[in-house]
T-cell receptor, first 114, second 112 residues
């Protein structure tokens, strides 16, 4: 069965430190990959996505993620976090079967400390 | 553009009561979705629609019904609310299936 695993439920980190939020998926078919961010009391917003092409994708606010097909991973990284990055981050996968079912991970809460 | 809007934002129901959650989008998207979000479980798909007049079951459809009479609206109904339906409900839409989803701000529902 297809699934998405976010290995850390919470990640505390000091401001200006680097961070990596891990995401692994299992699927027998090719996938599209997404990271969404949810700020407190808000809906989810797309952070970045991988559909095809370059395996390294970047967001406008300094996050990047790399699709690793052999390790079935799509880890999210940022070299220097800010207090404003405190939020919950969700990894999501769409199975490329001609359908559109999106599978979300359980989420990782990033807490940036001053 | 307002994007995706949801009403109401908060609601408290007693067990057995019914209610309807309204989702509206002004982006002319074909696909619309209803999710519930529970702590530690991410988002789980309740029902979805691939176009006006169509609906289909998602991962956790029991206890819910939906309708998509107009392209821009997607309604989620609870006929007889149960405490297990206490959750935050999110509506989302997308232009096509395998693509970015746009989310509403959520409805926090408590069933006592």
């Amino acid at each position: 069965a297809q699934s998405v695993t976010q290995l850390d439920s919470q990640v505390p980190v000091f401001e200006e430190a680097p961070v990596e939020l891990r995401c692994n998926y299992s699927s027998s078919v090719s996938v599209y990959l997404f990271w969404y961010v949810q700020y407190p009391n808000q809906g989810l917003q797309l952070l970045l996505k991988y559909l095809s092409g370059s395996t390294l994708v970047e967001s406008i606010n300094g996050f990047e993620a790399e699709f690793n097909k052999s390790q079935t991973s799509f880890h999210l990284r940022k070299p220097s976090v800010h207090i404003s990055d405190t939020a919950e981050y969700f990894c999501a996968v769409i199975l490329n079967t001609g359908g559109f079912k999106t599978i979300f991970g359980a989420g990782t809460r990033l807490f940036v400390k001053a | 553009n307002a994007g995706v809007t949801q009403t109401p934002k908060f609601r408290v129901l007693k067990t057995g009561q019914s209610m309807t959650l309204l989702c509206a989008q002004d982006m002319n998207h074909e696909y619309m979705y209803w999710y519930r979000q529970d702590p530690g479980m991410g988002l789980r798909l309740i029902h979805y629609s691939v176009g006006e007049g169509t609906t289909a079951k998602g991962e956790v459809p029991d206890g819910y019904n939906v309708s998509r009479l107009k392209k821009q609206n997607f309604l989620l109904g609870l006929e007889s609310a149960a405490p297990s339906q206490t959750s935050v409900y999110f509506c989302a839409s997308s232009k096509t299936g395998p693509g970015e989803q746009y989310f509403g701000p959520g409805t926090r529902l408590t069933v006592t």
